[in-house]
């Protein structure tokens, strides 16, 4: 009698909660716990030790009591989104979803074995998506910072926390996964506000949405169209919590106590950025390398990132290793800045474009408008290093950063931007729109001038003696064809610059093309890189002779077959054969 006193009870009570559920208001949803409630547990879980050699043995990574974050519930993915689910900001004037869906578990091998592949390893993400997903989540890596920085006394429990802002657009699963993972496990959690990723409408949306079941930290922007790296980390800034934004790429591998370094420069100087050593790790089989750490950034006139060696002032200002490198540039995908100083200085440039060029400008900006870029040895970040990119630019690579380092030039090189166009010439056609408001910034940050900056940022940046010129036979153009260890030829003069424009420089006597310069290969003519002290690179020229003439080998340039175009070296009194050029200034 008992036993169906309590089979009623149970049935009735069932009944009841049926009932209960059946008559709620539509969009309200029921949690029903079996267990104890418990205290959130946030801290990260991973098997230890994990290498190369047991990737393939992760477990499924479980968060008791993950952050339910704030906000409107949204669609799966297979749903159409509404209008609701959208979020539009006026600062960026572009509608995005934050995905606020609850992700209580995360299986690594699981998300790893959903990626898109290539029977290709290279093909989808110009590096070997097979050896990224063979690594998995985690992997040891040398600790690349020089020995001094261990030693390191600093107490850094007042640093201010930051947020990570991640951006991405169809990235592998496993470098993606590895770039977070590597974040949540070498940063104090006490300095890590939050994660924001921003999908860039990527194919599987699913890539960054599954990423949320690793930690309650860690939120999930997705845009509604693509919107390139520039805006999505404006977004990103805009929806993060933290002190101080830290940009990092989302195929990188943080290293041993990579972010206190970051965060204790800018405690010492505010209105910085500051970025890591950036250590390569190698496209074909992602073995992790170590970088100097005596280099910084520079550029060419044509607005090329370069790394170029410190200088002999550079090195009498250090007194120590681990002490900061002043650089006129940096590389753009990893730095730390102050949220507050972000914004203050007016961000990114909206107008850019996909990627490209983006360095350049808040370079320029923090220099001239009262802030500073410091390289920070005893902070070290892999980054894969990619020939190609494995993404495609709706206007095309190249016209993208002619129009975005075009608005470089306009907005921040003042005359110099004639310089630019010497090297660049395609992007003089650029459309670029209105500037006013960037140029209304510098004026109200009050910023120097390009020739401030030229002075005491970057004083050994060389400027051309003669500018550009043409360098003719006939109304035929010396042209490089654009091309890096590649003859050398005539083609018919077109006035436009580009690879028909020349620098010839008396002091060091090279003829060259942004930094390729001018070589001598045999008795054929090539683009090489510029090398201090390279002989087959030398050439003085002879006003009245105009003769472009090489001691080292004693020959001059000649235009050896006029019916093929060819030009190369040969004897300087050669009957037959031209060695005049007219040297025109452009």
Known sequence: ?????K??????????????????????????????????KTDFIFPHNLDDHDADHQDTIKIDSPEIHKGR????????QTEEELYHDPYINVKYRIDTTIVNTFDAKEYIKNSAHDVDPMKLNSFDQSRSDKIGSFRQIIDSRHYSCAAHAEDWSYLPSSSIIMTFY???RSALLRSVVSVLKRTPSHLLTDIVLVDDCSDDPDTGRLLKGLDPKIKVLRNIERQGLVRSRIYGALNAAGEVLTFLDSHIECNVDWLQ???????????????????????EN????????????????????TWVSLTEKDNQKRTKDSDPIVTPMIAGGLFSIEKKWFFESGGYDMNMDIWGGENFEISFKNWMCGGYLYIMPCSRVGHIFRKKHPYSFPDGNGRTYSKNTKLVAEIWMDDYKELFYQNRASARYSEIGDVSSRRALRDRL?????????????????????????????????DSFGKTDYEVGLYKCHNKGGNQSWQVNKSKSVVSQDDLCLTIRNKILVMKPCHNGNMHQQFEHDEDLQTLYNSYNDVCVN?????????????????GVSTRWQITKV
Not at 289 to 305: D, E, Q
Not at 452 to 477: A, G, R
Not at 561 to 570: A, L, Y
């Open 170 to 172: 169809n990235e592998a």
């Open 73 to 80: 519930k949204v669609n799966n993915k297979d749903q159409p």
């Open 559 to 575: 235009v050896l077959n006029f019916k093929s175009r060819v030009v190369g070296v040969g004897k300087c009194n050669q009957e």
């Open 446 to 478: 009050q910023c120097n001038d390009f020739q401030w900056y030229l002075d005491n940022v970057y004083p050994e940046l060389e400027i051309p003696e003669h500018k550009y010129v043409t360098i003719s036979f006939n109304n035929w153009c010396l």
């Open 286 to 305: 992602l073995e992790y390398r170590v970088a100097s750490s005596n280099i910084k950034g520079g550029f060419t006139w044509a607005l090329h990132f």
């Open 1 to 5: 009698m008992k036993t169906v006193a």
């Open 7 to 40: 089979l009623f009870l149970v049935g009735i009570s069932a009944c009841l909660l049926i009932i209960y559920i059946v008559t709620m208001p539509t969009g309200s949803s029921v949690l029903i716990s079996l267990k104890p409630t418990l205290e959130p």
């Open 261 to 283: 370094p970051l965060l204790f420069q800018l405690t010492q100087k505010p209105r910085g950025i500051v970025s890591p050593v950036i250590d390569p790790i190698k496209a």
